[in-house]
């Protein structure tokens, strides 16, 4: 079994060293590391072509884009020119424990039926310092649940559906999945949540809780949440814009889904369908017609009738 590891980097220097060493100190090492840069501007590329030629790491591969792709292109591309049989995603700021390949490894190959695998995390800041954030749901509130250390869960496509379940730098992935993302991309759909998705739809999508990375977040990172002080025309259109983010996800999962699912997809692709018409026409009576319709009881929920409601009525 041949195992690759991808990570892409622009402008990273700051943390890309501390990343790397975990890559190479890695108790199982990957067969192939690809790592693409997206045109940095900084010393990222002499970074990596001494650490590379300090260590003789023959297995190492660096490219430099020619023109910028943009983060979510950069990774795709990464991911499409790894060969491994099980591919590893890996960000530029981060700091991997020694033995998290080895651990996702031996998981996959005693459940074949895995085909994506995602850890915990832990967070640390600027300086490598430890962060304690509370959560009674696991995966720092990624997943809907609190799960006990060392559980194995499924994860199924229909919370996928709402939001990802991990960070892409925690995931491991079968080849069989990447190449068939290579069939039906949809670019504006994160390439980890795309093969979290396809691989829901098989079955095989997995969240292991125990963190096997430390994710720095940096002090840049904010949190906004939507203002009721806007104007209604600006909460409008941004309603409509998540919910047609939701919408575009469901037509990528329809495009995978054995048909034991496609109905409940189809369902979900009229409501969603609906729920535009209604924000668009601003039209509070068809909106709770949509919510209350039997057919789509089983996905549509208080929460998004508020959302829609206070979106578009006037204030």
Known sequence: MQISLVLTTYNGTKYLKTQLDSIRLQTLQP?????????????????????????????????INRQNQGFKANFTQALFASSGDIVFLCDQDDYWHHDKVEQMVAIMKEKPFILTLASDFELINDSGDLLEIKDVRSNYGMLDFQADAGDLIQVNYQDLLMKNFAQGCTMAVRRQVIEALKHNLYPELEHDWSLALISSLKNGCYFYCKPLIQYRIHSTNTIGLASMTQSTEKRVNQRFAQVSLELYRVNFALQYAPSKYCYDLASREDYYVERLNVIEHRNIFKLIKVYFNSRYRSFSNLRSLLGDALAIIKI
Request: glycine residues 0%; hydrophobic residues 40%.
């Open 31 to 63: 067969d192939e590391v690809l790592i693409f840069d997206d045109l940095s501007t900084d010393d990222t590329a002499i970074l990596i072509r001494d650490y590379i030629n300090h260590y003789q790491l023959k297995h190492w591969t660096f490219k």
